[in-house]
């Protein structure tokens, strides 16, 4: 098959999805073309059959905002047209499905016909999508689809109660890990270069949302190196992070805080961290838990969203309601008190992140795919 993906080539996890996969499907043979204003960033290696194309918007003096939907939209034409797509798969509904609803109908008018489907991520549905501005094109633009999946039964849900007029099917195909990437042997971080007296590792990856509550991350880890040794490392940058080293002052914690910025590839520092910490406000699926898991840390979340799909309270981690810092520290050090607990934990929360292993999930999106092909109706 002939795939086009469109995605943010952004840290956040729609991006990462997207690109794994397009990797995944390039190995299976398919023929994948990602679209984007730059190349993704886990884009890190080209095979045969993967390709770039780059949408640049050209900057005019009249353009307070460019256009980036319309040129992403002439490029969508372009390269489905060139290259002979047999399908487009959007990741994240803004404005990437309207875009490809629009070149949809171009190409219709030129005799081509190209289906698309669209991956509802997150904040496209319960954040940025909730703003009434954005309703009628987003409804609009998932109802056209030819499919449309939601990473998780809770993002499903919440894209019917936030958009009522949606009637289209949406179908849940989660997000997935390469397991084979996280193998220890794999993995060269050297643990004291962190915690040189051996100390409990905390660990948090994110893009410093205010969605993500990391001053909740901060209170927990304050109550628990009261209990255990420990420290804490941050991984990821955002509008947060000013605030967020107030509060490490205003703590004291800053001697126990190391604070990596953006890694790629954060399979090598978790592979040494003893615990993960998600405080998020909401979280339609958790990729970044999904990622320790994978690495055999036990996470402390919050419930919200789709977390608790992943996350399974009292086995692979606790799950606690938003805000409350004083359980999850409890609860983190109920699991780092001892290192029998600790290695229960670790090694459920890998028995975890099996279930979401990509050689379970690709298949899902390959047969979504030839039944899409089958069925469009143009
Ligand atoms: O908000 C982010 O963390 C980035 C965002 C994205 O789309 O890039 O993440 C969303 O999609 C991820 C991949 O499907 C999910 O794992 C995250 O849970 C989701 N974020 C939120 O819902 C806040």
Redesign the pocket.
Known sequence: MKIGIVC?PTF????V?ATELGTALAAKGHQVHFISYSQPVRLDFFSGNLFYHEVSVSDYPLFDYQPYELVLSSKLVDVVKYEKLDLLHVH?AIPHASAAYMAKQILASQGINIPFITTL????I?LVGKDPSFEPVITFAINQSDAVTA?SESLKKDTYINFPNVNKEISVIP?FIRLDDYKPENQHCDKKAYAPYSEKLLIHV??F?K?KRVEDVLYVFDKVRKAIPSKLILIGDGPERANIEKLCRELDTCNDIKSLGKIVNPEQILSIADLFLLT?E??????AALEAMASKVPVISTNS??IPEVNINGYSGYLSNVGDVEEMANNAIHILKDNVTLSIFKNNAYEQAKKFDIAKILPMYEDLYARVLKTAIY
């Open positions: 943010y956040g996890g729609s991006g999805v994240y991520h997150g904040t496209d319960t990473v997000n994110s893009n949302r969605v998020s909401t979280e339609s699926f958790g990729l969203g789709g």
